[in-house]
């Protein structure tokens, strides 16, 4: 069991640009989840998916913002046109559902945005 | 309002001193979750346990503890006989189930949690 992986770990973009974060779950683990999180403060969810179907969707994702998971394994994230307040670690996480521990979810080590 | 309340920002300790962390939710489910999560330095959030709200049972692994007392809404973390490897920023969270019907943690804020040699 590798756990969750997620890449890239660091960017740096220029104000306007677009950006892109992937993420690989545990292996088959059902549900995945991305989470933002800036300094000082705890993680905010953003998003969920179980296998393919996107369930649910946080006010946090501005338009801005799309979350994909075309196969039900891995998962993206893009920002496009990013500004100076999408700078931050990107937490994704995974968790399998229909098992006892099924509401227990697992993080990778996140992708950290800085947007100059 | 704040679903989890984690009061204290900062907390400094000498080694091998006792400290706890505490923590605070709000819910009007009957069933709901709660967890501990550590986040060293590197920034990966390693979970440290799961509570679910019929078990009131406290439960002890090792030097760490938890207390959870649903009378007054509070899930502590007692870390015993602190080490500088215990240097971390800890998160309770509050998982309810959205109206779908899924589960999703909140997060409190975080303590950061400081043990000097």
């Known amino acids: 069991d590798t756990g969750v992986s997620q890449n890239p770990r660091h960017k740096i973009t220029k104000r306007g640009q677009n950006v892109t974060f992937r993420c690989d779950p545990i292996s088959e683990h059902n549900r995945l989840y991305w989470y933002r999180q800036t300094l000082g403060q705890g993680p905010e969810f953003l998003t969920y998916f179980q296998n393919e179907a996107q369930l649910e969707k946080s006010r946090l994702l501005s338009d801005r913002f799309s979350a994909e998971r075309p196969k039900g394994s891995f998962s993206t994230l893009e920002i496009q046109r990013t500004e100076q307040g999408d700078s931050a670690m990107y937490l994704c996480a995974s968790s399998y559902e229909g098992s006892a521990s099924g509401n227990t979810i697992y993080f990778g080590e996140g992708s950290w945005l800085t947007v100059v | 309002a704040q679903k989890v309340t984690q009061a204290q920002t900062e907390i400094s300790v000498v080694e091998k001193e006792d400290v706890t962390l505490d923590c605070v939710y709000e819910t009007r489910d009957t069933t709901y979750y709660l967890f501990w999560y550590k986040q060293p330095p590197s920034g990966e959030l390693v979970f440290l346990i799961r509570?679910?709200?019929?078990?009131?049972q406290n439960e002890i692994s090792g030097r760490y503890s938890w207390n959870f007392q649903k009378s007054t809404s509070s899930f502590n973390f007692t870390i015993t006989a602190s080490q500088v490897v215990d240097s971390a920023v800890y998160f309770c969270?509050?998982?309810?189930?959205?109206?779908?019907?899924?589960?999703?943690?909140?997060f409190g804020r975080g303590t950061s949690l400081i043990v000097h040699p």
């Open positions: 509570r679910n709200s019929f078990d009131e």
């Open positions: 969270a509050l998982s309810e189930a959205l109206s779908g019907g899924s589960y999703i943690p909140t």
